[in-house]
């Protein structure tokens, strides 16, 4: 034992001797390397130290004017955001700064993880700007005068003119099959008020995307934001297996219960005959009309007393918002993030009183927390979320709840037996709720891939094909409008759509996670979270804070377990 004690010692001495002297030799050699390597660290400081001091304002300005522009539609305040986005195209295409940040990306001598996430997001956002300056400053004066058009837009049947809300509650209140047709109608006349528009901005963002060296706009798009067109393909044709047989049965039963309320056959349904403009929703087929739950409650206190339950308070962000109808005004919804230090985050909403906009509320409000949780002292490339999709998960997680019958009854007040009534009809109406949008985010992902692939087909035929295909809705007789123009989408956040459904996956995955290893009931489908601020740590802890920090797949696998997969949607929406 001793001798074999004495061996190794020796041994090891010898060890670190030659170890010593080769330490020493190889510090010697990568003097230089080292050297070369703080130079380049330097170099990245003062790369972002710039871009902060000089985009950073210019960014609070554009998005403020946004803001300012969608509740208040003028020529003059779009004019505004154009103007700034300009400012912040002549930065990031900088050919000059872009040279600069390449050679530090092709250095790799960014060695520290951190530094070189950030490396990579900043290069990543200025290698999308490397064209021609005057084609970035036309694409952002195209797209915002596009914004003005849909935001000014209103509907006109007969003696009427129609909001986007009032045609929602048209479409699903009247039993009149020529008001329906005569109502939906209308809403696309917004089509050939900006087709030929739209179709311009298509080519022109292929042609940028081609001076970059992709193929079009489409695959650089999914490419600039970490994601594989190939793989995001693959998924969708395996959601459309995986929905396909579920939908076409509940297609049949909605045809039925909707043909007999309008006294027509379920041979002469039409798309203006499934409650909603682009049948993105679900149709009331069931017993209960949740909307009536909803009635005269007041939509916005409802949103803060529940996430001031999970002890993710949002009086300070309600506050900051714009939640209600008003002329020339943008009709939708959106959640913006004005500053991401300070920070200054806003909602817009058009809330009425109904289930939709409960669950569109719990929705923006979930993406206003995830950007309100960033780690203060995080960089500004940090501040961000994992993807446009992981916001996206959270906002559809909470607005879900808007169908959740324990969540209506702790926040409604419903009685025992009223709850025991909702309970099954929302659970039918939340799995109704999710195979129709499956199929919709099937049509809108399809129709961008082959409509950026060749803009100058017929667009047309494309969305109708599509529509019939995985919706399984009929096209009108002889129609031959642009209807797939109706939606804003199409021209102001294109190639973004699929990023709803990766987002719904998410949200199923995060519910079970949180079903599981934070409430510890792993096989409970009808947990709402009220008052559970442990849900809220965990979001906050998991989620929130981290931002972009890492690669999306890798916080995905570091807060629930494992990576991205469809067995939770499966699991909660179609087994």
Request: with cysteine; aromatic share 12%.
């Amino acid at each position: 034992m001793k001798l074999f004690f004495k061996f190794n010692l020796l041994s090891v001495m010898a060890m670190v001797i030659i170890a010593g002297i080769f330490v020493s030799s190889c510090n010697k050699a990568d003097a230089p390397a080292n050297e070369e390597q703080k130079k380049m660290e330097e170099r990245f400081e003062k790369f972002k130290n710039d871009y902060l001091t000089s985009v950073k304002p210019i960014l609070i300005k554009m998005n403020t004017a946004y803001f300012d522009a969608s509740i208040n539609s003028t020529d003059e305040k779009w004019k505004e955001v154009t103007n700034n986005e300009k400012l912040y195209n002549d930065y990031v295409s900088n050919k000059e700064r872009f040279a600069e940040l390449k050679q530090i990306y092709d250095s790799k001598l960014i060695s520290d993880p951190d530094k070189a996430r950030e490396l990579k997001i900043y290069f990543n956002e200025f290698s999308s700007k490397q064209v021609d300056t005057a084609k970035l400053n036309k694409l952002s004066e195209m797209t915002t005068n596009l914004e003005g058009k849909y935001s000014k837009f209103r509907a006109k049947f007969g003696a009427k003119t129609y909001t986007d809300n009032d045609v929602e509650n048209t479409l699903k209140n009247s039993t009149n099959s020529k008001e329906l047709e005569g109502v939906w109608t209308a809403h696309k006349e917004i089509g050939p008020i900006v087709a030929t528009d739209i179709i311009a901005l298509v080519k022109l963002r292929n042609e940028v995307a081609r001076d970059l060296g992709y193929k079009n706009y489409h695959e650089m798009s999914l490419t600039l934001s970490d994601q594989n067109p190939a793989d995001v393909m693959k998924l969708f044709d395996e959601l459309d297996a995986l929905t396909r047989d579920a939908f076409a049965k509940l297609k049949s039963e909605m045809d039925i219960t909707l043909a007999k309320r309008l006294k027509i056959t379920p041979e002469q349904m039409m798309p203006w005959h499934y409650q909603n403009r682009y049948f993105q929703e679900a149709p009331q087929i069931y017993d209960i009309d949740l909307d009536k739950f909803y009635k005269g409650k007041d939509i916005v206190k409802l949103t803060v007393d529940y996430y001031k339950g999970l002890n993710l308070p949002i009086d300070k962000l309600v506050a900051n918002s714009d939640l209600y109808e008003k002329e020339g005004k943008n009709q939708h919804a959106y959640c913006i993030t004005i500053d991401k230090d300070a920070p200054d985050i806003r909602v817009l909403c058009n809330v009425t009183d109904n289930s939709k906009w409960m669950e569109t509320m719990l929705h923006e409000y979930g993406h206003a927390l995830y950007d309100n949780y960033y780690t203060k002292d995080y960089p500004w490339a940090f501040k961000s979320p994992a993807h446009i999709f992981t916001t996206e998960a959270i906002a559809m997680l909470f607005g879900r709840f808007a169908n959740n019958a324990d969540w209506m009854k702790a926040m409604l007040g419903l009685d025992d037996k009223t709850t025991a009534e909702v309970k099954d009809v929302a659970q039918k109406t939340l799995r109704l709720q999710q195979l129709v949008f499956s199929r919709w985010s099937q049509v809108m992902f399809r129709f961008e891939s082959a409509m950026y692939d060749n803009p100058d087909q017929d667009l047309n035929k494309l969305w109708w094909d599509l529509v019939e295909k995985y919706q399984m809705i009929k096209r009108p007789a002889n129609r031959n409008m642009p209807d797939w123009a109706t939606k804003i989408h199409v021209a102001t956040s294109p190639c973004y759509y699929h990023n709803y459904h990766l987002g719904e996956l998410l949200a199923s995955q995060l519910y079970f996670t949180i079903a599981d290893k934070v409430l510890g009931k792993p096989n409970d489908m009808t947990l709402s979270f009220i008052n559970e601020p442990k849900v809220g740590e965990y979001l906050i802890k998991n989620v929130f804070s981290v931002g972009s920090k890492y690669y999306w797949n890798d916080m995905i696998e570091k807060a629930t377990g494992e990576k991205l997969t469809a067995k939770f949607y499966a699991k909660q929406f179609v087994d």
